[in-house]
């Protein structure tokens, strides 16, 4: 170019910093400086931080003559999304001028990275400011909610700024609904939404797959497809768990048939995964769910799916395909706990004593330990934890006497402890 202005200079270096010419970008950056202005500045800091240069773009800001909201507020973006809380929110209390883009960084950087709570707290302090929430701040906030209490308290919010019509705050509110455990409520959000898109329909089909009502998740799932919805990977995760869950092999079958010869969509490894989870629920299906492990792509075999088929040969005791499937699964995930866990399980059930000792003494050579299990309940807004075997609550003598005398006289009634005689903890 034969005149370069200050425009110029500013898309070149974004150019190289886009491109990962981080070398390059500095340089030119340097040579232009005495005509650098606060877009410059701002796109070095954004840049930087986006080719993980959190420290150089810490010092950019740092250096900055005069620096703008913009500015503030790419790096504070940089730090939460690298993690650094800490960090962005001494950043944030710095500001000198807030706008919503700062608050909506600060939130979402809580809701991704915790804790939770940080979140709902900036939201509280926002709400005294003169800023307004949007759509992305309610997604962020509602995300970290830890308690149906956080979460109906958003919801009163959503109400109350009229936020309650928009589809992406609504189907937010499904989702986390669902998890939540109150799948009524996420049933009432869903039928009164008015505008329904993909989103809608794939969450409370999953919600429905989640907690057992396959027959709901597929009258869903057809209203959907009757809607002219199009459906996509995720939906058909939900839509395939229902089958499982429901035991429709057959229209499983024809569903994930139908991914490929009908909307165009290669199944991935999560799809495979639930029909081997549907086959292998049933008795007698063994073996074609063994075919259809042995005809994926090898790409998409992965220790999850081999997992699943192995948890069905532990339902239906089949140990002929668990020794085909044992080096397999440990030679994908060798360090993985729960592979080994399922073999031993399997034959200690099975009274394979032998290859029993063999799984256990592959765990100890290989130094694998089994994560201990744990629940945890939440009383007067004060969670607890329990670990199998752990003994580090203050009332553990009681909880655990209270336990035998409560729990395993109706365990032995339903001949729990006679059908699974060897469980390893």
């Given amino acids: 170019m034969s005149f370069r202005n200050l425009y110029s200079w500013n898309i070149m270096i974004s150019g190289y910093l886009d491109n990962k010419r981080v070398g390059e970008a500095i340089e030119l950056f340097r040579v232009m400086m005495p005509q650098s202005n606060a877009v410059t500045w701002t ?7 986006r080719n993980g240069l959190i420290k150089a773009a810490r010092e950019h800001f740092d250096q900055m003559p005069k ?31 807030k706008n919503a883009v700062s608050w909506n960084a600060v939130i979402t950087g809580y809701a991704r990275n915790g804790p939770g709570y940080e979140a709902l707290k900036h939201l509280a302090l926002m709400l005294r400011t003169c800023y307004r929430p949007n759509d992305i701040t309610i997604t962020s906030a509602l995300t970290a909610c830890e308690s149906m209490q956080e979460l109906m308290q958003v919801h009163a919010l959503v109400i109350l700024l009229g936020f ?21 409520a996420a049933e009432d959000v869903f039928k009164a939404l008015q505008d329904k898109d993909i989103v809608s329909w794939t969450a409370m089909t999953l919600a429905y797959s989640n907690h057992g009502y396959g027959k709901y998740a597929l009258q869903v799932f057809a209203c959907m497809l009757r809607s002219v919805t199009k459906p996509n990977h995720i939906t058909f995760v939900g839509v395939l768990s229902a089958c499982s869950h429901a035991g429709f ?29 549907l086959l292998g629920r049933a008795a007698g299906h063994i073996i074609e769910a063994v075919k259809v492990v042995n005809g994926m792509p090898p790409e998409k075999k992965d ?52 290859d029993f ?33 752990g003994n580090s609550h203050p009332q553990v003598k009681e909880i655990y006497a209270m336990l035998r005398e409560t729990l395993l ?9 006679h059908n699974n005689p060897f469980i390893l903890v």
């Fill in 357 to 389: 000792a063999r799984v256990r003494k592959k765990m100890k050579d290989k130094q694998v330990r089994k994560v201990a299990g744990f629940s945890q309940i939440t009383v007067k807004d004060k969670t607890y934890a329990f670990f199998v075997g």
């Fill in 249 to 277: 092999i057959e229209k499983g079958r024809r569903i994930f048939d139908s991914m490929r010869n009908g909307y165009g969509l290669e199944p991935k490894a999560e799809h495979y995964s639930c029909l081997v989870d």
């Fill in 164 to 184: 309650d019509s928009e589809t992406s705050i609504s189907n937010a509110f499904v989702t986390m609904y669902s998890r939540s455990g109150d799948l009524g």
């Fill in 67 to 97: 620096k703008d909201v913009a500015a503030w507020n790419a790096m504070i973006t940089a730090y939460t999304d690298d993690g650094l809380m800490i960090e962005a929110n001494e950043l944030f209390n710095l500001m000198p001028e």
């Fill in 303 to 354: 220790g999850a799916l081999i997992g699943t088929l192995l948890g069905a040969c532990n339902l239906h005791g089949n140990v002929d395909v668990a020794n085909q499937l044992e080096e397999k699964l440990l030679e994908m995930d060798p360090t993985g706990s729960g592979g080994y866990v399922l073999l031993a399980n399997l034959y200690a059930g099975q009274g394979k004593w032998d």
């Fill in 43 to 49: 796109s070095m800091v954004t840049g930087l931080a």
């Fill in 409 to 417: 006289p109706p365990m032995k009634d339903i001949a729990y402890l």
